[in-house]
């Protein structure tokens, strides 16, 4: 069986995070900043989305700082469950029955960010991440009754 070297490995969790990160954090940013939220929740009533207001804030939020945080590696397995939620809410709400092509409102690009997301979730940031850089200064930092926490 054939296995990417770890460093190969870590880049592409680090283009995965980068890409899937920036269209969240793009996502999140036009419904809190550009649209905003009141339009936002008037589009998800428009759509039959349950509490149209609450799922336009927490999709804007999760989308948001979820994004933001894949971009830099941190709490990537919370922050991928959440998006993973986000956008399989989006499929059951939304885009379910609607077929595969997003141009006549089908589920493809809540599905591929969605799976994305929660394989994130399952793998982790990778060595170029805070997530990383956090658990290596852990495992580094002396431990013991006459060290300073």
Do not use: C, W, Y
């Given at each position: 069986?054939?296995v990417?070297?770890?460093?190969?490995?870590?880049l592409?969790?680090l283009?995965?995070?980068?890409?899937i990160?920036?269209?969240?954090f793009?996502?999140g940013w036009?419904?809190?900043f550009?649209?905003g939220?009141?339009?936002?929740?008037?589009?998800f009533?428009?759509?039959g989305v349950?509490?149209?207001?609450?799922s336009?804030w927490f999709?804007?939020?999760?989308?948001?700082?979820g994004?933001?945080?894949?971009i830099?590696?941190l709490?990537?397995?919370?922050?991928?469950?959440?998006?993973?939620?986000d956008?399989?809410g989006a499929?059951?709400?939304?885009?379910?029955?609607?077929g595969?092509?997003?141009?006549?409102?089908g589920?493809?690009l809540?599905?591929?960010?969605?799976?994305?997301?929660l394989l994130?979730a399952?793998?982790?940031?990778?060595?170029y991440?805070i997530?990383h850089?956090i658990?290596?200064?852990r495992?580094t930092r002396?431990?013991?009754?006459?060290?300073?926490p």
């Open positions: 069986m054939f990417f070297p770890a460093q190969i490995r870590d592409a969790i283009i995965a995070r980068l890409g990160g920036i269209i969240f793009a996502h036009q419904k809190l550009t649209v939220l009141g339009p936002t929740a008037a589009g009533k428009a759509m349950p509490l149209p207001t609450l336009a999709a804007g939020l999760v989308e948001f700082i994004g933001a945080m894949l830099v590696g709490l990537v397995p919370i922050a991928g469950v959440l998006l993973f939620l956008m399989l499929f059951f709400t939304v885009h379910v029955g609607h595969l092509f997003v141009g006549s409102g589920s493809e809540v599905i591929a960010l969605g799976v994305g997301s994130l399952a793998v982790g940031a990778g060595l991440s997530d850089a658990t290596a200064n495992a002396p431990h013991g009754p006459n060290t300073i």
